[in-house]
């Protein structure tokens, strides 16, 4: 599996076209109490599907990248207490087995396909490698490039793994504590993308006179069309701003 890229299995799809039919229905009626207007948003919902690809991208390779800080420090672990670096990889999948109920993580089926691949004699620092350029995770990649050294250099593998696994684990530990850190404004930037479709549908509940000069001529619509505009690209620019990497 390319971890760098996500593929909708055909439910996931379906669920995909709907959501986003619903959503920009509910936006056309609200801000342009026009069919004919809602037609035109349903564009859009190009971007909304692969937005949410790109999420669930992202939220998969958060998962591995959490799941992976476990099995090295596991595999640091067993290689301390006088392992190999093939058995070590069998227990850090064990450990992770029992840490987790759900059985089909990604972690798991790759640390699966790993062992498999293992018993043909392909050294592991390579399956590691590989690991690395499907997912593009830098952590994984440092580790392959440490177990290669061990492999084939020689050395202290012990003392190696142990260093390598104590700064691959504070750097994703760092991670984790920054998208904690921001978790509180990502949550205060949907309150305040949502506040302008809960005004607008407060204003017409409450006093539909108000609002009618936006909807019977055109150049009411227009604006209408230019504030929803603005709001969506504010809603990407805030993203932005919230998304750091370490």
């Known amino acids: 599996m390319d971890y760098r890229t996500y593929h909708f299995t055909k439910k996931e799809m379906l669920y ?12 056309g009626v609200l801000f342009f109490n026009s069919l004919a207007f809602t037609v035109l ?14 999420k669930k991208r992202v939220v998969r390779l958060v998962n591995l990248r959490n799941d992976f800080k476990e099995f090295v420090i596991s595999f640091s ?3 301390q207490a006088g392992f190999t670096m093939e ?10 087995r029992r840490m987790y109920s759900d059985k089909n993580r990604s972690m798991l089926k790759e640390l699966g396909w790993i062992q498999q691949q293992m018993k043909l004699q392909t050294p592991c620092d390579e399956l590691f490698s590989n690991l690395a350029e499907r997912t593009g995770m830098e952590e994984v990649r440092s580790f392959s490039v440490v177990l290669g050294i061990g492999r084939k250099q020689g050395g202290n593998l012990v003392q190696i793994t142990k260093r390598a696994a104590e ?3 504070k750097k994703i530990q760092v991670q984790m504590e920054m998208e904690q850190a921001i978790a509180g404004r990502i949550m205060e930037k949907n309150i305040m993308f949502a506040m302008p479709y809960f005004m607008i549908l407060y204003l017409r509940m409450t006093n539909t006179s108000y609002m009618e000069l936006l909807f019977t001529n055109m150049t009411g619509r ?5 504030c929803l505009i603005l709001l969506w690209v504010a809603n990407k620019w805030a993203e932005q701003i919230v998304r750091i990497e370490l």
């Open 16 to 27: 995909e076209l709907l959501r986003a039919g619903v959503i920009l229905g509910f936006t």
């Open 77 to 79: 672990a067993s290689v």
């Open 222 to 226: 227009v604006v209408m069309l230019v």
């Open 167 to 169: 700064q691959i684990s």
């Open 87 to 96: 058995q070590s990889v069998g227990i850090g999948m064990e450990d992770l």
């Open 41 to 54: 948003l349903l564009p859009a919902g190009v971007f909304l599907i692969r937005e949410r690809k790109e």
